[in-house]
């Protein structure tokens, strides 16, 4: 790419999705290209909790090569310099006074729209298309996310799958991973689970379900929201470092984990329940059967991108799916019945070679950063 430095720009909305994915990002434009990387973040608190090196009070500081600076949305300073690349994430709109200096550039800033991750079709449509700014000499482009390989791919670093397979391969990698976080005794389970998600009806009989089953399972539930459904089914104030066995189910309540630790927890586990975006992109690389809690939006509009992955699963695999696919609906409207999960239960463990598959076929594509690279070339 020729040009060799890019603004990226970040508002927290859900805590830890939009800010995941930038960040990730960031650190793979610079790390694996080389680029002179400025995040912008409206939110050092929650951002935090990613990387606890972060030091709150100051406006700019650098972590990992990369410059990260506050971004107060009220008086935004005036005296920056545009880099030459501008990705507004997830359409978090730019400072006016942003905008203006990008205007008075001699060579103009690629300003790119990065948006949310959807399967649907018309998706691919609007990748890449270009929208003038009504006022300004300035156009933005905006870039889809997908698993089509002909959108703008998905976020993946070079050696991800790589230290995936090790990883997977290595039971003395996986021990000291368990000991590491305080449940050795997690290898001994018959199944080892993750539970990250929104606030979910369905939590408690789906617990109910695994508390009756022959095997034993061992579910890491990370810091989150849906901690309270698991609270109020367990009837115990559950917290960090809480760890609870009932019937043939232990449930451990993990501290909040850094990026690299939270990817090795989906490849540690055999089922792996994921929420809004970031997770869910990882949860498809760790290669392992999972339920994805999408981001529930006003009017129901979420289920048209939830059933759009549902036909990504199935075009992949179209036997012997159709169970995995209603756990999935089963999940997001957040199924009460006992008998539901007990019926469906089963199915999740054994969707393992649909999600290798589609893990396979993802790695096939070039990944969101080489897409983004590929773009900037060519203008």
Request: glycine share 4%; net charge negative; with cysteine.
């Amino acid at each position: 790419m020729d040009r060799q430095s890019v603004d990226i720009f970040c508002t927290v909305i859900d805590n830890f999705g939009d800010i995941g994915v930038c960040w990730r990002l960031a650190k793979q434009l610079q790390q694996e290209y080389q680029l002179t990387v400025r995040l912008w973040v409206d939110d050092l608190v929650s951002f935090a909790k990613l990387e606890p090196t972060l030091a709150l009070h100051l406006s700019s500081q650098y972590c990992q090569k990369i410059e990260i600076c506050y971004w107060p949305k009220d008086n935004f300073p005036t005296s920056i310099q545009p880099y030459d690349v501008v990705i507004e994430g997830f359409a978090c709109r730019l400072p006016e006074s942003f905008l203006q200096a990008m205007a008075t550039q001699a060579i103009k800033p690629i300003w790119l729209n990065l948006d949310y991750l959807s399967a649907e079709s018309w998706t691919l449509g609007c990748h890449g298309l270009s929208s003038p700014h009504p006022t300004l000499p300035l156009k933005q482009t905006f870039f889809f996310p997908s698993f089509d390989e002909r959108g703008g791919g998905l976020l993946r670093e070079s050696d991800l799958l790589i230290a995936r397979d090790t990883f997977q391969q290595d039971t003395n990698a996986q021990m000291h991973f368990w000991q590491s976080l305080g449940y050795a005794q997690a290898t001994t389970a018959d199944y080892r689970l993750s539970l990250f998600a929104y606030e979910n009806n369905a939590v408690p009989a789906l617990l109910e379900v695994l508390t009756l089953q022959t095997d034993h399972s061992f579910l890491a539930v990370p810091e989150g929201r849906v901690l309270a459904n698991v609270t109020a089914w367990s009837k115990q104030n559950l917290k960090a470092g809480d760890c609870i066995t009932i019937g043939s189910l232990t449930i451990a309540v993990l501290p909040f984990l850094s990026p690299s630790q939270y990817d090795q927890l989906l490849w540690a586990c055999d089922v792996n329940m994921v929420r809004g975006e970031d997770s869910f992109i990882r949860g498809h690389w760790a290669a392992r059967p999972l339920l994805w809690h999408i981001y529930p939006q006003e009017e129901n509009a979420h289920w048209p991108k939830l059933d759009a992955w549902l036909k990504v699963l199935k075009n992949v695999s179209p036997h012997d799916v159709e169970y995995y696919l209603e756990a999935q609906q089963g999940w997001n409207r957040g199924d009460e019945s006992v008998d539901f999960w007990r019926t469906h239960w089963p199915y999740m463990l054994s969707a393992q070679p649909i999600m290798q598959l589609l893990s396979e076929k993802l790695s096939q594509q070039p990944d969101l950063a080489a897409r983004l690279i590929e773009f900037c070339r060519k203008q």
